[in-house]
Nanobody, 127 residues
Framework: QLRLVESGGGSVQAGGSLRLSCAAS????????MAWFRQPPGKEREGVAN????????DYADSVKGRFTISLDNAKNMVYLQMNSLKPEDTALYYC????????????????????WGQGTQVTVSS
């Protein structure tokens, strides 16, 4: 069983930055795709960014391209989401997710594609 624990959320003013972290522990064999999702209040969960753990392949939602960066530290089993130029519409509960897939880019932004989830960390951006 894979366990994911997010941290790094908080409150920030528009234009500010936050760095989210996701610590993976437990049985990680076979897991090759890691992602960040978010769920704004009253809305569905949406994909933010995706990364293959053995390569440089990354995907981003259009709404965060150029502002957010997903990265890995395989030695520490950590996944990060650097968020810059934050906007009020980035306010959401942010989740870390993991799965095993033939190609990480396929359906990367569909929540139902992922097997493992963290508990989420809240990000609030004020104007």
């Amino acid at each position: 069983q894979l366990r994911l624990v997010e941290s790094g959320g908080g409150s920030v003013q528009a234009g500010g930055s936050l760095r989210l972290s996701c610590a993976a522990s437990g049985y990680t064999d076979g897991i090759n795709c890691m992602a960040w999702f978010r769920q704004p209040p009253g809305k569905e969960r949406e994909g933010v960014a995706n990364i293959h753990i053995r390569g440089s392949s990354r995907d981003y939602a259009d709404s965060v391209k150029g502002r957010f960066t997903i990265s890995l530290d395989n030695a520490k089993n950590m996944v990060y989401l650097q968020m810059n130029s934050l906007k009020p519409e980035d306010t959401a509960l942010y989740y870390c997710a993991a799965r095993s897939a033939w190609w990480c880019g396929t359906r990367w932004d569909e929540a139902r594609s992922y097997t493992y989830w963290g508990q989420g960390t809240q990000v609030t951006v004020s104007s």
